[in-house]
């Protein structure tokens, strides 16, 4: 099915309660003849849409990152993630290649996506519009920082304004002219940078919540020159802005050390000698936070350090061993004057953090470093040294990545060594959960108290990317649970599966019996249907459970079935719509070829065609399935996606005297009363 037929057919859709996966997805027209279109019937009990997830992020193809969907603003007052809500929806973007889709509740019309990739907007929204969200960046609001100054190292702070420079009309016009040349380079960002590095670090160094920063990467950002290009004396330093996650107005200076110490190993006197130069009046990548300022570096542009001589002078070349560090001043930024202003001041050195000389509050600790210090893998030759500062003391989340920078040398290898961000896979994994529930008297409507299986389902599959590699994300593997907690039925009723995958695809697949605490391999008697194959999980589901009058039983039958999938063979939009529930039916044993699917699902190869249209049963082959009744056609079996509870109907009772509202969301066309069943 294409995705516009599907989307066509989803706009039609009634919405009920949380659902992941489509009933539709599972028709197959070659089982029997007279089949012409999914569903024409107009009848609908799926409980969500096909929606395409369009993130339109501005960051070059093969960069991946991982994305959360929610139906409520993810971001609390302080700026981290939220706690108290759960993403309906979860995947991995691959831009360029992804075309993500997902099944998401029909009565929802907006929702955000999240991601902790430092490359792509932390906080997207879209409206759902026939079936498409198209996001776009939406603005970060926080609480402000509090600014009480952390360290001053001999108040080198209150000499940064000496070198800054003055504030004109064209800003780029105005520094290019002065002290500080920016733009020397200017590649273009998005091609010159290779995806594998972006999503290398991006993901690395992501936000806390989900990416805890590496501690052998939190350490003092000092830059020395090892080598260089002039009779190997000196070497030219740039920097850019790879990234600002922050929500205040910082800015970066620098300073340069030429003797044979360390940073943390200069005296008050030798620290008071040190020149601050102010790089940056506001480090800013025009992100959300001040993309309205149009003001800061553009990343891919690069400004260039100078050195000043023995002579006073400032010049491009940087001699060997020279030492490079950073300040930052944490919302420093004075935009009426374009200066910077007093501020909460962060170094590179973690020992001036401390206060080591008094004069703050602040008596340090191991918390004292708010830096981190790292270069890339070799890329095509490429090796790439960056630094990254935390610009908050007080509700920090510690990510290291509010500001990450760039650091240049000419010649390359002109800087010293630093800790090596691996290439790794990009992984996450996304959770379905449900309920279902069955009336074995098919064809007959019998009872019609839907409690004779009742089913409880957790589905956890995990989504991989492959380091380096640019092709969409595939499903790696998924773990189902299946929890039997019900039966009221006279019939010894097996429960089974389909799923609709090419067994082709699967590398293994084992069944553990929670209760028994026994595994077995399933990947040998897989039972091939049409494009998909079978799982027979419980021979008799009255052998292993008991009936309770007061609900469910007290201790389930449990059992887990672990898919394990080839390598690239399933792509993740193909598996969230063909996930749990999958295609799930009883049989009752003293009933042999009777199958009872949910509503409009097809039955299986083993199923006796016979009993399709006779008694209360309205199957016609084509457009109907699994439904009795007349005008109004009642399903005999109901799957509440996303439901963790369901009161057992009373036995022998129409499932509408335990749940009155029921009847009238059917009647409805299940337009009205879509939580009955709360």
């Known amino acids: 099915m294409t995705n516009k037929v599907l989307i066509s057919v989803c706009i039609a859709v009634f919405a009920i309660i949380f659902q992941s996966c489509s009933d ?198 000092t830059f020395t020159v090892v080598k260089g290009s002039k009779n190997n004396e000196s070497a030219k330093i740039y920097l850019s802005i790879l990234s600002t996650g922050c929500d205040q107005r910082n800015s970066l200076s620098y300073f340069v050390y030429t003797g044979d110490k360390e940073f943390s190993e200069l005296t008050k006197e030798e620290t ?89 509050d602040y008596q340090g600790g191991t918390d004292s470093n708010y830096t981190i210090q790292f270069q890339t893998a070799d890329n095509k030759g490429n090796i790439y040294k960056c630094f990254g500062f935390e610009d908050k003391r007080y509700n920090s989340d510690e990510d ?116 028994k605490n026994s595994q077995k391999d399933y990947t040998t008697q897989i039972i091939t249907d049409g494009d998909g194959f079978i799982i027979d999980l419980c021979p008799n589901v009255k052998g292993v459970i008991e009936a309770m009058t007061d609900g469910e039983v007290k201790v389930p039958q449990v059992y887990t079935v672990t898919m394990e999938f080839k390598d690239g063979a399933v792509k993740q939009n193909y598996f969230a719509k063909n996930c749990a529930p999958y295609n799930p039916f009883i049989a009752p044993i003293e009933k042999p070829g009777v199958e009872v699917h949910l509503p409009m699902y097809l039955p299986t190869k083993r199923a006796e065609k016979s009993y399709f249209g006779t008694e209360d049963d309205r199957s016609d082959g084509g457009t109907m399935w699994y439904v009795s009744g007349e005008n109004i056609k009642f399903p005999f079996a109901i799957h509440l996606s996303d439901a963790t509870s369901f009161r057992i109907p009373k036995e022998e009772y129409d499932i509408s005297t335990t749940y009155p509202n029921y009847l009238k969301w059917v009647e409805s066309g299940m337009t009205s009363y879509k939580d009955w069943y709360k």
Not at 481 to 504: D, E, L, W
């Open 272 to 360: 008071a000698k040190l020149e601050v130069i102010t790089l940056l009046q506001l480090a800013n990548s025009n992100n959300n936070y001040f993309s309205h300022m149009k003001i800061g570096l553009t990343p891919g542009n690069y400004i260039q350090l100078l050195y000043k001589d023995e002579n006073g002078q400032f010049v491009e070349d940087f001699p060997v061993g020279a030492k490079i560090g950073w300040r930052l001043n944490a919302n420093g930024f004075d935009e009426t004057n374009f200066t910077v202003k007093e501020s909460e001041v962060r170094f590179s050195v973690s020992v001036w953090n401390d206060n080591k000389w008094g004069g703050s």
């Open 400 to 515: 290291y990545n509010d500001l990450v920078f760039h650091v240049y040398s000419d010649p390359a290898d002109g800087l010293s060594e630093l800790p090596e961000v691996k290439p790794e896979d990009v992984t996450i994994t996304e959770s379905y959960k449900g309920i279902l529930a069955f009336e074995d008297n098919w064809p007959k409507k019998g009872d019609y108290d839907l409690n004779d299986v009742v089913v409880k389902y957790q589905s956890d599959v995990t989504y991989i990317a492959k380091a380096g590699n640019t092709d969409d994300a595939t499903a790696q593997k998924v773990v189902d649970t299946f929890s039997f907690v019900h039966t009221g039925a006279t019939y010894r009723n097996a429960f089974s599966y389909k799923v609709n995958i090419s067994p082709a695809s699967i590398s293994s697949i084992t069944i553990f019996d929670e209760n």
């Open 24 to 221: 539709r997805d599972y028709y197959d027209p070659t089982k029997l003849p007279g089949y012409v279109a999914p569903n024409p019937s107009g009848l609908d009990y799926s409980t969500s849409h096909n929606v395409r997830l369009d993130l339109n992020y501005d960051v070059a193809n093969g960069v991946i990152s991982t994305v959360d969907f929610y139906t409520e603003y993810p971001l609390t007052k302080t700026g981290s993630l939220r706690t108290d809500i759960t993403p309906i929806a979860r995947g991995i973007n691959v831009a360029g290649s992804t075309e993500l889709s997902r099944r998401i509740p029909s009565y929802v019309d907006k929702l955000y996506a999240y991601s902790p990739n430092l490359f792509v907007p932390l906080v997207s929204s879209a409206k759902i519009t026939n079936g498409i969200a198209s996001f776009q960046p939406e603005a970060i609001s926080v609480e402000p920082a509090n600014t009480t100054r952390a360290g001053n190292a001999g108040d080198l702070w209150k000499r940064a304004s000496i070198y800054e420079l003055k504030k004109r009309e064209d800003f780029y016009a105005a520094t290019s002219g002065g002290n500080f040349k920016y733009d020397i380079i200017t590649p273009d960002y998005q091609s010159n940078i290779p995806a594998e590095v972006m999503t290398h670090i991006g993901n690395t160094f992501g936000e806390y919540e989900r990416i805890p920063v590496t501690s052998e990467f939190v350490r003092d950002a």
